[in-house]
């Protein structure tokens, strides 16, 4: 199994920013890519991002493309989400999932994390 723990969350004024971990553990060779989504009340769950652990490939939902940066830190065996710039409409339960890179994208997420708290005041 594996086993994933997202940390880093948050209250932030309109803005700010954050920087969300999500640190693997177990079988970690069963998934070469590591997705962050995230969930608000009343709305459907949102991939806002992605990353291919072998080579760095990275996606971006427009929602957050060129105010988030995906990374990992292979030895810590650690997924980072750095929020720039956040608003009001980014509140909700971020959420960090393992699976498997095909056809371009992070898909088959056979692995997640409970998820870890963002608001954002404006």
């Known amino acids: 199994q594996v086993q994933l723990v997202e940390s ?3 209250s932030v004024q309109a803005g700010g920013s954050l920087r969300l971990s999500c640190v693997a553990s177990g ?3 069963r998934y070469d890519c590591v997705g962050w989504f995230r969930q608000a009340p009343g709305k459907d769950r949102e991939g806002v991002a ?3 652990i072998r080579d760095d490939s990275t996606y971006y939902a427009d ?3 060129g105010r988030s940066t995906i990374s990992q830190d292979k030895a810590q065996n650690t ?3 750095q929020m720039n710039n ?3 409409e980014d509140t909700a339960m971020y959420l960090c999932a393992a699976g498997v890179w095909y056809a371009g994208a992070c898909r ?3 692995y ?3 998820g870890t708290q963002v608001t954002v005041s404006s």
């Open 86 to 88: 956040l608003k009001p």
């Open 112 to 114: 997640w994390g409970q």
């Open 27 to 29: 079988y970690t060779w």
């Open 79 to 81: 997924v980072y989400l």
């Open 50 to 52: 992605s990353i291919n």
């Open 63 to 65: 929602s957050v493309k």
């Open 108 to 110: 088959d997420y056979r």
């Open 8 to 10: 880093g969350g948050g």
